[in-house]
């Protein structure tokens, strides 16, 4: 029985209890169905043995009948050979179904997949497409949404376009991926956006290039897709923003800290130094 069903047996016997004879017990005992592993890994008939063992249902009543039988044959074989003639409706009804593609197995009976639904046919149930995933009615299958949409949601017929900030990279995609720095996304996007040279963005969830940040003074980079930009290194200077490069100092100036504006005037009368100086003492005269 697919439920445990409830039997007593013979009066508790405590010494036969203590010598290891369980065949009478305490109180009653419920009697379950037990699987195999074995046969649950068999791939081609596994589900076909699993089914009928979760169908094969008899009655007290049945079981009494069969008993009896063999009081009076007590061959198992004509016993069981016997009920089965007898009976053929009744184990027929626990043989696993083959339900064609488009139908599941509901309660042992083949019924079609109601509409977004699917089922390879077999002993499969009816299922909603997974994520990523839409129903074709044409082919009663489940289909890969395309890079740049997905679903928002289980059993859905159309792909939606991925939300902005966010990117489809895949067919199939099951959950949208928040865009990375460094790039910007917008709406049905499947491959992120570079930030331009001269921008960086150090935080997930661009939508636009107005949301790359032009580099600060000090700073360039030349890279796209840059998430942070480089300051500038001693002997050079950058003093506007969004630049690509920082320059070198010129003839008689300096600029001894990384990220400066601007580079210093060798202050020492009629002093100079050459181009790119990062320290006062290149300052001669």
């Known amino acids: 029985r ?26 009653s005992v419920s009697l379950y169905k037990y699987l195999s592993p074995l046969v649950s890994s068999d791939q081609e008939n596994g589900w076909k043995i699993s089914t009928l063992i979760q169908q094969f249902d008899l009655s007290m009543s049945e079981v009494d009948g069969i008993l009896a039988s063999m009081q009076a ?6 016993v069981a050979c016997g009920w089965l003639k007898g009976h053929t409706a009744r184990w027929k009804s626990w043989l696993p179904k083959n339900c064609a593609v488009g139908e599941g197995l509901l309660d042992g009976n083949c019924v079609p997949c109601e509409d ?20 074709a009615a044409a082919t009663l299958s489940c289909v890969d949404c395309p890079p740049g949409r997905t679903t928002l949601r289980r059993n859905t017929m159309e792909c939606s376009l991925c939300p902005v900030g966010t990117y489809c990279p895949l067919r199939g995609t099951s959950a949208a991926e928040p865009c990375p720095a460094g790039r910007f996304c917008g709406l049905g996007t499947a491959l992120p956006g570079l930030c331009p040279p001269g ?8 939508v636009g290039p107005e949301d790359c940040s032009p580099c600060p003074i000090g700073s360039a980079t030349d890279k796209d897709g840059s998430v942070e930009c480089q300051l500038c290194a001693p002997g ?21 800290v990384r990220g400066s504006s601007s580079c210093s005037e060798c202050m020492v009368p ?14 001669v005269c």
């Open 2 to 27: 697919n439920k445990p069903v409830s039997i007593s047996g013979l009066p508790f016997d405590r010494f036969a209890y203590e010598s290891q004879l369980y065949r009478t017990t305490k109180d």
């Open 73 to 78: 044959d007590p061959s198992p074989f004509n």
């Open 116 to 135: 977004g639904k699917v089922s390879a046919g077999g002993n499969a149930k009816c299922e909603d497409c997974s994520p990523g995933k839409v129903y």
């Open 199 to 206: 921008t960086f963005r150090d935080l997930e969830g661009g």
């Open 236 to 256: 050079s200077a950058q003093p506007e923003e969004g630049q690509v490069m920082c320059t070198l100092c010129p003839i008689g100036r300096f600029a001894d």
């Open 270 to 283: 009629h002093a100079t130094s050459p181009r790119g100086s990062y320290k006062v003492e290149q300052c």
